[in-house]
Nanobody, 128 residues
Framework: VQLQASGGGLVQPGGSLRLSCAGS????????MYWIRQAPGKELEWVAM????????YYSDSVKGRFTISRDNAKNTLYLQMNSLKSEDTGVYYC??????????????????????WGQGTLVTVSS
């Protein structure tokens, strides 16, 4: 099982970035997918998650209305479109998936051990 995140970089406040996460080695289309971030010196924070068939998505209050999670199951790829970025969005962004198909990890349980696979992370820096 492998997850490869990409797309991070330096962006000014108010700008946009699109993150991607390529999955392999597991039945991508049957798994919930998550974006989780970690700001410098802070704990892991749930950002967004999406159902296996992309029928529903969910967001933390801190990003709701600015970020959009999506997936292309034909390409085994997860996305995070981030708009109106703020300095507090700075951090390493990880994609992750539970161990089993159709299984959800509670948003209050954002520990690496709770997930079956965890990408290497991509750094997003929002600064002028």
């Amino acid at each position: 099982v492998q997850l490869q995140a990409s797309g991070g970089g330096l962006v000014q406040p108010g700008g946009s970035l699109r993150l991607s996460c390529a999955g392999s080695g597991f039945p991508f289309s049957t798994h919930w997918m998550y974006w989780i971030r970690q700001a410098p010196g802070k704990e892991l924070e749930w950002v967004a998650m999406i159902e296996p068939d992309a029928s529903r998505d969910y967001y933390s209050d801190s990003v709701k209305g600015r970020f959009t999670i999506s997936r292309d199951n034909a390409k085994n790829t997860l996305y995070l479109q981030m708009n109106s970025l703020k300095s507090e969005d700075t951090g390493v962004y990880y994609c992750a998936t539970p161990r089993k198909p159709d299984t959800v990890v509670a948003v209050t349980d954002m520990r690496r051990s709770s997930f079956g696979s965890w990408g290497q992370g991509t750094l997003v820096t929002v600064s002028s």
